[in-house]
């Protein structure tokens, strides 16, 4: 069964910036758009942004546009998001899987961002 590993999570001010990393085990994200998701406490589970499997084309939602960048190494089949400008609703579980949600989902990295 893939398993997808996340990680990078961490505390951080208001205006910091984090790096998360994800992974797949057999090289997963090869055949797949990859998105991460996020779950802030007591809502729901929202899409971030999106790479293609080529790791050419990405989205962003709106909310984090220009301050979030999606990326993804081809040679290590993982994808990472460049978080800037932190905000306190940024604060979340950051969850990584296709974009589709077809592989079984990770523990996430939690997220803080203090004001």
């Known amino acids: 069964q893939v398993q997808i590993v996340e990680s990078g999570g961490g505390l951080v001010q208001a205006g910091g910036s984090l790096r998360l990393s994800c992974a797949a085990s057999g090289r997963a994200f090869s055949y797949y758009t990859v998105a991460w998701y996020r779950r802030a406490p007591g809502k729901e589970r929202e899409f971030v942004a999106s790479?293609?499997?080529?790791?050419?084309?990405?989205t962003v939602a709106e909310s984090v546009k220009g301050r979030f960048t999606v990326s993804k190494d081809n040679a290590k089949d993982t994808i990472s998001l460049q978080m800037n400008s932190l905000k306190p609703d940024d604060t979340a579980t950051y969850y990584c899987n296709t974009l589709f949600a077809e592989l079984p989902w990770g523990q996430g990295t939690r997220v803080t961002v203090s004001s």
């Open positions: 790479i293609a499997s080529s790791g050419t084309a990405t």
